[in-house]
């Protein structure tokens, strides 16, 4: 049976995705959701890269800013309201560079019971070494899918290995066309440094004094600029450091985000959204 088209269209940060996915939606006449963990904060537009209303030029766009700054993001909760979406509107365009995302999107996810909240806050503040020494059964060598292993281990009395080992759990029957967005690595870099310098000039030291008022312990300060900014306002950095940090963590996310999209993602490569039909 044929179910409905969902263009994904992913790759690096500063790579050209947002431009792709509104030419894409003229095109289509569609609706763009959005699939970046941090574009989904309402205190992060400018450090995330969130378009403003000036760059939708009337396209409908979903999924920006639904989560405030004391959430840890969730890619169960992002699927499931990017499928209410896709059942909901006729011509969809998924676009960020949150693999997780994508995949759980297109080929569905484990279906891992929920953790105990006090069982959670327990495995966080733990050493990393005992993490590594309690927890069973896992390959992973990330601290954050340590301790997630752990918290799932010692809430269910399972390893998670045993969830990650089942039939994965679906969410919407689409037939997906990926598209990825790669300039050449060198095109990709300086458009990582040309971008922290425009951020810094929309105002993102005065996001970030706003963000750290509220006292978040989300997800939001992962942000790349985030704990740089708050450093040179501390002092910790002088304002070249605090830039050179950032734009060097951001030119080695999108290095790894190549890595992942060439690895797992199987589709067209365009180097612009130009390149688009």
Known sequence: MRHKKVYIIGGPTAGGKSEAALKLA????????????????????????????SETEGILHLLYGYADAWSHGNVMEWVLKAADMINMYHECIVVGGTGMYLDALMHGMSDIPEVDPDIRSFVRTMPIEEVK???????????????????????????????LNKPRRTFVEADFEPILIMPPREV???????????????????????????????GVLKAIGVKEIMAYHAGELSRSQMIEHAQRATRQYAKRQVTWFRHRLKAPVLQSASELD
Do not use: W
Request: glycine share 4%.
């Open 26 to 53: 003229h095109q289509r006449n569609g609706v763009i959701i959005n699939a970046d963990s941090m574009q989904i904060y309402a205190d992060l537009r400018i450090l995330s890269a969130r378009p403003d209303e």
């Open 133 to 163: 020494a309690r927890v069973q059964a896992c390959s992973a060598t990330d601290d954050q899918r340590l301790r997630r292993a752990l918290e799932v281990q010692l809430s269910t009395g399972k390893p998670l290995s045993f969830f």
């Open 188 to 218: 990709l870099y300086n458009r990582c440094d040309c971008r922290f310098l425009t951020m810094l000039e929309k105002g993102a030291e005065e996001e970030v004094r706003r963000l750290k008022a509220l006292n978040p312990s989300g």
